[in-house]
Structures are given as structure tokens and as C-alpha cells.
């Protein structure tokens, strides 16, 4: 798990052309009217290379357009946001080490979730430990990868054991009804993305919404209402998505997470606005106290953070 030398800084790499879905950024997002808390967290958010630092893998199943750490960090600036939890994509595989140097420019504001493949070994793991790794993610989207068997999950719980690492998993709609005794089954805290990626048109007493509400019943299964605008049938502002997080925040405040999901890759048409997501959390948490849990709080309790004022 060797960082990339410095003379790699020089090598051009091939010009890369981005998937249809990877749109750039939103070239200029608004100034949030929304002042958040202290110590807000992005807990959803990717970097990209650069391709000729940190090379995407060879069998991505899409290539996204460079975001590197430091447009990352200047957006979390624009946006008042002072921790954030790095998700490492599949388009990088299971190579880590832009996901490494990133937490190791983060000054203890930045956690990290890991993809641990086959030959992930249990010191690399400590490695990504020690860095500010606190969870792992499983990827149930086919355009991501094939969705990991049984035997290949708790492949990696037994060597992230004793690690109190979450599993992050990635699922769409009505996978998560299939997926729910699975999620039970898992030792220690689960996290589900974006709001499950859930079909609005199932109605808030469709099957995949039961589900996530079971799960969190548990008291171990958290949730992301990140993603509004990936699951918005309406676009922006995206008032049906937010109506929906809103609820499952009013439903289970100490166990929802948010994140803005940049730079956004595959998505349909363009890169929303990271300002106008911002402004929206005041209507997803319209209770101070719900929001502050939101932001702050419970990411600090799920990944680690130092404690909260």
C-alpha cells in the first residue's frame, strides 16, 4: 500500500473521457443561507485522482471527471462544512491510497470508508485504520460491480473483527427488502446510502420504505438521507425527496446521517447545486435539535470524530 512516488506528479496520463452520467461539478454553487453548526459534517462525499497521481482501475465500470482532495476541501469551505467522511469509489477499486492521502491532509477532520478486496490483507487494514478508516462499504449496484456474496462478506467482517468498522452498504429500492435479514444479521452497525436509493413512487408504505424503517427500528442499521436529488421524481428543489427525508429524520433522529454525495457521479443531467443541498437541511431537520444531530452528532458517534461541543 506504497504511495504513488513523487515523479509520478510529472507522467501525463492518457486523456480520459468521462462516462455519460459524470458530469463536472456545478461550476459555481450558491453561498448557503443555512449557517450550520460547529463541527458539520459532509458524511458522504468521493475524490477523484487526478488519473495521472492516483489512477482509476483498469476494470471500472465508469470514469468519473477529476475531483482531487483540494476541490473537495475548498467546496467544504464555501459550504461552512468542517469534517467529512471520504467514501472510496469503485471506479479507484480496491487501491486506497487516494482515499490515504486525502485523511492524511485532513488534520483529524476527515474519516474515511475503505472497499476491501480479496487481497486485502488484516495490516492494511490496520494502515487504513490508523488513517481514520470507520467503515467499509458494500456495493449492490450492478453498475458498480457484481454484488458480493455471503461468503465474500463476512470475508471482511472476520478481518475488520474487533476493528468497530461499519458496513456501509450501497443498495437500490427494493433490494433492501431482500437484503433486510442479511443487514440483521450483521455484527455491529450497519449504514444504508442515500436513502436506500428508494422508488417515490412506491408510495411511503411501499416495501423497500418498510424496510428501512424496520432496520432502524433495530437500533444498529443508520441511514443516509443523502441524495435527495438522485431520488427526487420532480428535480430541483426536489421537494418530494426532501418530504421523505424529512420524515425518516422526524422517525429516527439519532441515526440519520447527511452528506452532499459530491461531485456526483452517475447521475441524469447536471451536477446539482452543493448550496441549494445545503439551504435544503433546514427542511429535512426543521427541529434545532434534530439538526444538530444530524450534522454534528451522530456522524461524530458512527465514525469516530472527537467529541462534539
Known sequence: ???????????????????????????????????????????????????????????????????????????????????????????HGHDPRVLLDALKSGGGRLRGVALIGESTTRAEIEELHRAGVRAFRLNFLPHLRTPPTRAEIDSVLERVDGLGWAAQLHVRGEEITALEDLVRALPGRAVVDHIGRVDLAAGRDGPALCSLRALLDTGDVWLKVSGVDRVSRQGAPYTDAVELAASLVAYAPERVLWGTDYPHVNITGDAPDDGLLVDLIERIAPDPGHLRRLMVHNPAELFDFPSTR
Open 1 to 91: 500500500m506504497t504511495e504513488p512516488s513523487a515523479t509520478r506528479h510529472a507522467v501525463r496520463a492518457p486523456e480520459l473521457t468521462p462516462s455519460p452520467g459524470c458530469p463536472p461539478p456545478h461550476p459555481a454553487p450558491r453561498t448557503p443561507t443555512l449557517a450550520l453548526p460547529p463541527d458539520s459534517c459532509d458524511a458522504h462525499c468521493h475524490i477523484f485522482g487526478p488519473a495521472d497521481v492516483f489512477p482509476y482501475d483498469p476494470d471500472r465500470t465508469f470514469t468519473p471527471v477529476d475531483a482531487p482532495k483540494e476541490q473537495l476541501f475548498a467546496v467544504h469551505a464555501h459550504l461552512g462544512l468542517t469534517r467529512a467522511v471520504i467514501v472510496q469509489s469503485s471506479c
